[in-house]
Every structure is written in C-alpha cells, then in structure tokens.
C-alpha cells in the first residue's frame, strides 16, 4: 500500500512539477504589419525554450474569420527540448487567404501552444487596416532627354490608393514633391547616376500602405558617357600629407603602415562620409530656392565621375570614383555660393575636409568641400555669388581646390548640367515651373556659357 501511495505521489509531483515548468510563448511581429493588401507578408516571432507545437493565424474582420496560416509539430509532452530558439514565422495576409476580405479596419490574429506537457495557449491580436485598391501612376508623355551621369525631371499624377511616389532608376529611388501649379501632379528630380548600366530603365511608381506597388514608363532618351580612368601618381610625401590631413590622431584610420591607413580612408571613410553626405537629402525645402544657372568658377581640374586608379611605387594600389569637379584656384580665394539656398552642412566631413552644403530646394544641393575657413553656420541663408569662406586643402587633397558637386536626393550627380541655362529652362523650368520661366528673365549675368570639353561632342549632350 505504501509502496502504490509512494509511486502515486511521485507521479503527481512529477506532473506538477512538469506543468509548472511548462512555459508561456512570446510573440512578436516584426516589422510591425499595420496595413494588409493581396498578399501581405507578415514575419512573427516565437519565443518559447521548450518551442511551440501549434501555430494558427487568421484575420477577423465583421465577425467572420479567415484562416491564412496553420503549422502543427508532433507533441513532446514529457521529454520536451529545454533550449529550443526562438522561432521565426512567415506568412502571407490579405485577400489572396481571405477573398470577402473589404476595405477597412480587421484584426489578425495568431495563437501558439507551447511544446511541453500543460501546451499553453498563447495569443497575440494586432489591429490593422485593410488596403485593396491598387495604386496608379501616370507619367507625362514628353521626351526626356537623359545624360548618363545627370538627372532629369519627369511629372506624372499619381491615383486610386497610394501612400508613396517618386522614380525608380535601377537600385536608386527618388522622391517626388507636388507640382508648384498643384493640380494633384507631382514631378522628381531624379539622377541616372553614373555606375548604372546603360541599359537602366527609369519608370515612374506609386506604392500603397499595403506595399503594392504601380509603375509607369516614360518615354526617354540616354545619352551614354564614358567616363575617364584616368592614373593618380601617389609618393610617399603625397600620401603622408593626405592621412595626415585627413587623419591627424591616427584614429579615425588607424593602420601598421602608410598604404593601409590610406586605403582605409580612401575607401571605407570615403563611403561612410557619402553616406552622410547623402542623408542631408532629408534637410530640404519643398520650393525653389535657387534662381537662373549656377556659377562655375575656377579651372576643372578633374570630371565629374573620373574613375581614379592610385599609383604607389609604380603599382596600382586602389581604384575610386571622383564624384565631382575639383575647380582650382589661389590660395586665400573665396568659395562662393554657386546659387541661392541655404546652409545644411558647415564642418568637417572627412575625405572632404571642411566642407559646405547649400541646400537649393526640393532635395537639389550643392556640395564645396576642402575648405580652409567656413564662415557660415547650418541654417544661414545665401546668394548666388555669396561668398561662404575661403579654399584651402583639409581633407583628402592634395593642393588648394574647390572640390565641387551637386547632390538630388542624396545621388551625386554631373553639375555640368545646373551650370548650363538652356539645360535648366529645357528640362527643369519648362516643366517643373513654366510661369517663372516667362515672368522672369532668367539672365546668366556675366558668367560666361558653360563650355564643353574639348572632344566631349557637344552635339549628343541632352539639353
Ligand atoms: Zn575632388
């Protein structure tokens, strides 16, 4: 008898025991789904050391409820596992699961029951909303003409269900603002930058909340460049004084030689002080600030998109892309404003050395980078022709220049173009303001007209 009453009891201290360690789940969704459309993917994650036997998921909407996703694992309800990860889930939700899905608010709804002997239920319901309607974009039917290395200005009227618009041009995507006449028309700037393919398709698109999205193709031209590789002789002198202009502490590239302090910041500190250079397309202001062509100034010293091979001791130790016009001058020159705008970048930034950002309006800005003495502060607005400071040689440069670019959303982009006043009336103003263009004669002053280079045939330029 004691013996039976022994083992009995061990029985229910080993089933108590094994349903107090039986353990909850702990669901996540991530990223947080906030609209569903046609086949919304959605990502949960489980959390359960004992890992989880069932998981069901439906959404609710009315009163009806639609299953879209179930998974069941055979029971371990003694022996479970102790150390199971956690476990990530995926699946899809909206009408393709669920066809009298409608418009408008629902829930969704996922539940798990834990892999051990008391199986918890556990659940998680988020509140979301329903977005059927397709997006619609509708680009205008003008010939753009496109520089390789430029940019290009398109309009188009974005309908039915849409959250977001711009141009997509391969990997790069780029914003659209409205038009200044309004008109529910919106126009971008966008670059087709010079490391894509010729063969680079731009189409205009428009997404909805619910991640569906619309594209419209344009009618365009590409005038392909080539761009110069052109050999950058280094000695030992050149590339001490660069690092250590660059890096004077020896901790931003730190290294055990020479070279590899300067490999690093020519590529890794060259691509983080883009990456900056680039999140300034967030600081704009959705009008035009600037007016009639940009000033060009000095002597080009190199092209927009060289593509530099760096020669040390006879052997070719890195390649890199110039992204703009190093534009030579004297010592103690004043670097001007190329046109009116204001300030958003006024300190140093790396490879650039000090360096300035004037921001033109709707994500067109203009970069000036080693500059000796910066004498403007982020926020000050200038004038064409204003001057901002004075050149010198901080940062990755090798004698006194300006180092020259203009950025649209954040894709630096061929500045040729913005010193060119037919190029601006054609391909900007016609569209992006017509009435500016016949209220106000835009003059080029006294700045003389933006020359080609010598056998850059002129003829195949798009203007
Ligand atoms: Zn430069």
Not at 188 to 198: G, I, N, R
Request: aromatic fraction near 8%; hydrophobic fraction near 40%.
């Amino acid at each position: 008898m004691k013996a039976i009453i022994a083992v009995v009891s061990l029985i229910i201290v080993l089933t108590i025991s094994l349903v107090v360690m039986s353990n909850h789940t702990a669901l996540s969704m991530t990223p947080a789904v906030k609209v569903v459309g046609i086949a919304t993917p959605v990502a949960v994650t489980l959390t359960n050391p004992h890992g989880v036997r069932h998981v069901t998921a439906w959404l609710e909407q009315n009163g009806a409820r639609f299953p879209i996703y179930e998974d069941r694992s055979p029971a371990s309800r003694i022996f479970w596992s102790r150390h199971q990860a956690p476990r990530n889930v995926t699946f899809e939700a909206g009408r393709n699961k669920a066809p009298t899905l409608k418009e408008g608010p629902a829930r969704l709804v996922v539940e798990t029951v834990s892999n051990d002997l008391r199986g918890s239920t556990d659940s998680a319901a988020y509140d979301l909303n329903v977005v059927l309607a397709p997006p619609r974009v509708i680009p205008d039917d003008l010939e753009h003409l496109i520089n390789q290395g430029g940019m290009e200005l398109v309009t188009f009227t974005p309908s039915g269900s849409w959250s977001e618009a711009g141009v997509h041009v391969g990997k790069y995507s780029f914003r659209s603002f409205p038009l200044p006449s309004g008109g529910g028309q919106r126009f971008s700037m966008f670059a087709y930058p010079w490391d894509l393919p010729a063969d680079t398709v731009p189409a205009v698109y428009g997404r909805n909340l619910a991640g569906t999205e619309a594209v419209g193709r344009f009618r365009y031209k590409l005038f392909a460049k080539k761009f110069r590789v052109r050999d950058f002789e280094i000695d030992d002198a050149l590339m001490e004084k660069l690092v250590t202009s660059v890096d004077p502490t020896g901790q931003l590239a730190p290294g055990p030689d020479l070279l590899s302090r300067f490999l690093k910041i020519n590529g890794e500190l060259r691509q983080k002080n883009n990456q900056q250079m680039a999140d300034l397309r967030f600081k704009t202001e959705e009008k035009i600030l600037w007016n009639g062509p940009f000033i060009h100034y000095g002597k080009e010293e190199a092209n927009f998109a060289d593509v530099r091979s760096y020669i040390y001791h006879g052997k070719k130790v890195d390649q890199q892309v110039h992204l703009g016009f190093d534009l030579s001058d004297v010592q103690n020159a004043p670097v001007n404003a190329a046109n009116d705008g204001r300030i958003v970048w006024a300190a140093d930034l790396g490879i650039y050395g000090n360096c300035v950002v004037v921001d033109h309006g709707y994500s067109l800005q203009s970069i000036y980078g080693h500059m000796r003495q910066i004498d403007l502060k982020v926020g000050d607005m200038v004038k064409r022709g204003q001057k901002m400071g004075i050149a010198g040689q901080t940062g990755l440069a090798g004698g006194v220049h300006v180092h020259f670019s203009m950025q649209i959303d954040g894709v630096q982009t061929n500045p040729r173009e913005w010193w060119d006043e037919h190029w601006i009336k054609d391909r900007i103003l016609s569209k992006l303001d017509p009435l500016r263009m016949s209220a106000k004669v835009v003059s080029a002053s006294s700045e003389p007209a933006p020359r080609a280079k010598k056998g850059a045939g002129r003829k195949r330029v798009a203007r």
